[in-house]
Nanobody
Framework: RLVESGGGLVQAGGSLRLSCAAS????????LGWFRQAPGTEREFVAA????????AAADSVKGRFTISRDVAKNTVFLQMNSLKPEDTAVYYC????????????????????WGQGTQVTVSS
């Protein structure tokens, strides 16, 4: 089970740090990703990190502002979001993909079998 936290309301230009913790299983064999969904839109890729953290990927819209990282010891993945914009407003979901040791980070949501319930991020202008 994946559980996200850290969402909330922030002004444009501010920062938030999302966390996603796993219960009941270790994440050490999984690549991890963050996706988001705004009302009336499809769920879109935000950022991903490979199983061993050797590669990361980020959507063009968040490059240079968002950073994904993972803490194996804490069984947690993070999304540091800086310079937030109103268009970043969405429900943010973490996802896990069972992964080979050297697989690269995937941007394809269909590759991820496990999903959290989401956390709301609202950026005011």
């Amino acid at each position: 089970r994946l559980v996200e936290s850290g969402g909330g309301l922030v002004q444009a230009g501010g920062s938030l740090r999302l966390s996603c913790a796993a219960s009941g299983r270790t994440l050490s064999s999984y690549a991890l990703g963050w996706f988001r969904q705004a009302p009336g839109t499809e769920r879109e890729f935000v950022a991903a990190v490979s199983r061993i953290g050797s590669t990361t990927a980020a959507a063009d819209s968040v490059k240079g502002r968002f950073t994904i990282s993972r803490d194996v010891a804490k069984n947690t993945v993070f999304l540091q979001m800086n310079s937030l914009k109103p268009e970043d407003t969405a429900v943010y979901y973490c996802a896990a993909r069972y992964s080979g040791l050297h697989w690269t980070a995937s941007q394809n949501r269909d590759d991820y079998a496990y999903w959290g319930q989401g956390t709301q991020v609202t950026v005011s202008s």
